[in-house]
């Protein structure tokens, strides 16, 4: 049975919503630009060559106004962009000047990894509601990247894809791009009026400095970005088109492992064909299907360093299926990460927005039952043997005010013994425009099987409620932050990411940021100090911390960031006095070549023992390009622990990948991993290896016509090494091709 006494157990939120709801949010904005987009009949061919009699119909907007470093300034370089339609396409051409053509950062890489370069794009809040806005971004070479804009969380989603042409080239006076936009990719409302949406053009610049240059003014005193941007008229009698996409995918594997005891490679063999299907109901409403899906991931996740840890780690979203319209289902704590959901064999998911409303469901199941169990001080994942589980998600938002949002969700997943419902209200109030209230109150009601419940020490039966208040100011100079979050002892999350629960923690934080135009050495310096402080439910402290930041940008597009300070931590029933510096830096001396290091020491506990111990922590990176198609990119991880003045533990991390790109669709890349933990096991109060390898290497070459047409061919292989080889020994490889096709009848 599921109950969600919302109005009993959270009267501080209920109280603050009705606060908030009598104040007046009228936001200043900065004047805006109104376009007005020509129908043309004479379509342009998009090959990076902008034609005088191909673009004559369209609409010319200057992209002049430097927004960052500089305030407001006329930019050092001019550029233009057109624009014009034709009733099922947007069509948009850039020229960026440029007074030295042979700076100009831009490479052939792979779709979404251009965001260091220059490029230009085109923001199209397509609802023109001031809280979500599509992406479309290009660098010299064509190379696209797309995204989704969250305002509502100020958030940017770079994992949203979608099937769009363009190309670009370099010339004698800066370079030329041309975009060719299918209405049918985006959501907006349908209407045979005019349509009104809002519009940015932005250019990013980096030479000495990285500049943001923009079609119109940028206020740095509003801390909404959409409500500012210009108007957009057009799309009149738009041509109902068949909005459909069947995406067939074929994935084929030849796997051979072993254990080192058994000594034999045992091969196995694996074909698989699924299909996902998308399909515009309407131009705002859209589903998702998807049968006996493709849930391969062919590109390797990043190594994360995991040692003295002890909450589990964060790995982001890849799957298409999961990632189409995924923004729909944010709210401020992460309830949905569906990366939970392991192994699906269907799915089905409605997303859309209608007028104030935006809706959102999903239902699949997943073979795997897989969860975070979070405590106070640490978190495991969680897996039901054998158990099938099926999994609904339901969301609602509702825009209010003229930047503000009132917002419900409802998660569910369950099975034989087994149950997680997650209720949720959530609102995003912005009384003026410096000021953003977050809200969000939460219940959870719980069921787990017998193995659960004697592994982890688990309660059959478990519900609570949780609530987070966060009040923000952002202006040009100030900004601060007030947070109260509340985590109940038997809440949880399992289709979400919530791995610590039981603490009740407060928050404020003042900084104070300065901004020069390019004048002086340093473009923005900002310091801040930060105090919070977090018990547990009985009221035991667990945490009380003092903060100190700095952040600097600089020449040669240089930055640090700096944290320092301290804390008295509770852990297994002992209070130390940790102490912790860190250093970020980074800076690109030429086009070809980007350094950045992190620099940590610290004064820490060493969980595994209950003691203090002394830590140092070093992360340097490289990314170094030969011409416009090969590049190196090199990180690497180490870190030194000390306890009792002596060795505790050495721990090294490198991920190395380097990529030929042979144009703006393919490349070859190989990738190799490898980790190492030497323990001094004398200084272990429990039984440790004192060797522990990992080494994973990967070689694949990528086809990629657009965001889901591609081809993947490649080899992988795996190996491990401890305290009874001598060496690495390898237990898996694999050939493996994948090959997808988006068929748009």
């Known amino acids: 049975m599921l109950a969600f006494p919302l109005i009993n157990y959270c009267p501080k939120v209920i109280r603050m919503l009705a606060l908030v709801a009598t104040l007046s949010p009228t936001l200043e904005s900065a004047q805006r630009l109104e376009v007005e987009i020509p129908r043309t009949t004479a379509i342009p061919i998009i090959d990076g060559s902008i034609e005088e009699d191909e673009w004559q119909e369209a609409a010319a907007i200057q992209v002049n106004i430097e927004v960052d470093p500089g305030d407001n300034i006329e930019a050092e370089v001019t550029a233009q962009a057109l624009i014009m339609e034709d009733g099922q396409t947007i069509y948009v051409a850039f020229r960026a000047h440029d007074p030295d053509p042979s700076q100009i950062r831009g490479f052939y890489e792979d779709r979404d990894s251009g965001w260091d370069g220059d490029y230009m794009g085109i923001i199209l809040d397509t609802f023109n509601d001031e809280r979500r806005a599509f992406e479309f971004l290009v660098n010299p070479f064509g190379v696209q990247m797309d995204a989704i804009y969250d305002d509502v969380n100020q958030r940017e989603d770079e994992s949203w894809n979608a099937i769009w042409d363009s190309v670009g080239q370099i010339t004698e006076s800066g370079y030329t791009v041309e975009l060719a936009i299918p209405l049918k990719q985006l959501r907006f409302s349908e209407t045979e009026s005019v349509q009104v949406w809002g519009i940015d053009f932005y250019r990013h610049y980096p030479r000495d400095r990285s500049t943001s240059i923009h079609s119109q003014r940028i206020d740095w005193n509003i801390s909404c970005y959409l409500c500012q941007i210009s108007k957009l008229e057009g799309f009149q009698n738009l041509e109902q088109s068949r909005n459909l996409e069947v995406i067939p995918t ?67 979203e890849r799957r298409t299926f999961f990632l189409d319209g995924a923004d729909y289902f944010d709210t401020y704590e992460n309830l949905v990460h569906t990366r939970n959901i392991a192994s699906p064999e269907y799915g089905l998911k409605l997303t859309g927005k209608t007028n104030q409303n935006t809706y959102g469901l999903v239902a699949a199941n997943d073979e795997t039952t897989n969860f975070i169990i979070p405590r106070s001080l640490s978190s495991r994942v969680a897996s039901i ?62 069921e787990y099987p017998n193995n659960i419940q004697t592994e982890h020490q688990q309660e059959a039966e478990l519900n609570d409620n949780s609530y987070v208040i966060e009040y923000q100011h952002n202006d040009r100079q100030w900004d601060w932050r007030l947070g109260y979050y509340d985590w109940g002892d038997d ?37 801040a100090a930060d105090y919070d402080r977090t018990e547990d439910q009985s009221g035991l402290q667990l945490e009380e911390e003092t903060e100190f930041f700095v952040n600097m940008s600089g020449p040669l597009q240089s930055y640090l960031n700096g944290l320092f300070g301290s804390s008295e931590t509770y852990w297994n029933g002992k209070y130390f006095d940790e102490q912790f510096n860190m250093i970020n830096v980074g800076f690109s001396p030429n086009p070809n070549l980007t350094l950045s290091s992190m620099i940590r020491y610290e004064d820490v506990v060493d969980f595994a023992n209950t003691r203090l111990g002394y830590s140092k922590r070093w992360g340097p990176r490289i990314n170094y390009r030969f011409g416009r198609h090969f590049q190196v990119n090199l990180r690497h991880q180490l870190q030194e622990f000390e306890s009792d003045s002596k060795p505790l533990f050495r721990a090294n991390l ?3 990948r380097a990529t030929y790109q042979f144009d703006a669709r393919s490349f070859v890349r190989l990738t190799v991993q490898y980790a190492d933990r030497e323990r001094n096991v004398e200084n272990y109060i429990r039984v440790v290896d004192a060797t522990s390898k990992n080494l994973g290497a990967q070689l694949l070459y990528s086809y990629k016509l657009n965001a889901a047409t591609r081809f993947f061919l490649g080899y992988s292989d795996k190996g491990f090494q401890n305290d009874i080889y001598d060496s690495i020994e390898y ?15």
Do not use: C
């Not at 409802?410 to 209720?423: A, E, Q």
């Open 731 to 745: 237990t898996n490889r694999t050939f493996f091709a994948k090959f997808s096709y988006a068929w748009q009848p």
């Open 250 to 316: 074929i994935t084929s594997s030849s796997s051979e492992s072993r254990t080192p005891e058994g000594g034999d490679w045992v091969r196995e063999n694996n074909s698989q064909g699924s299909l996902d299907l998308r399909w515009g109901i309407s131009q705002d409403t859209y589903l998702n299907a998807t049968i006996n899906p493709d849930f391969s991931q062919v590109e390797a996740d990043s190594l994360q360093l995991d040692v003295n840890n002890t909450f589990s780690l964060f790995f982001p």
């Open 491 to 527: 809440f949880r999350a399992d289709l979400g990411f919530v791995n610590r629960v039981d603490f009740k923690h407060m928050v404020a934080t003042i900084g104070r940021t300065w901004r020069w135009d390019g004048d002086g050495f340093f473009s923005r310096i900002r310091f």
């Open 654 to 656: 490198t991920d190395l």
């Open 385 to 446: 043997e054998g158990l099938e589980s099926k999994v609904a998600i339901g969301r609602y938002r509702r825009d209010i005010f003229e930047n503000s949002t009132l917002g419900a969700l409802v998660t569910d997943r369950r099975g034989k013994n087994y149950s997680n419902t997650v209720l949720s209200l959530d609102s995003t109030l912005r009384p003026t425009a410096q000021d953003t209230i977050s809200i969000q109150a939460m219940h959870s009601t719980s």
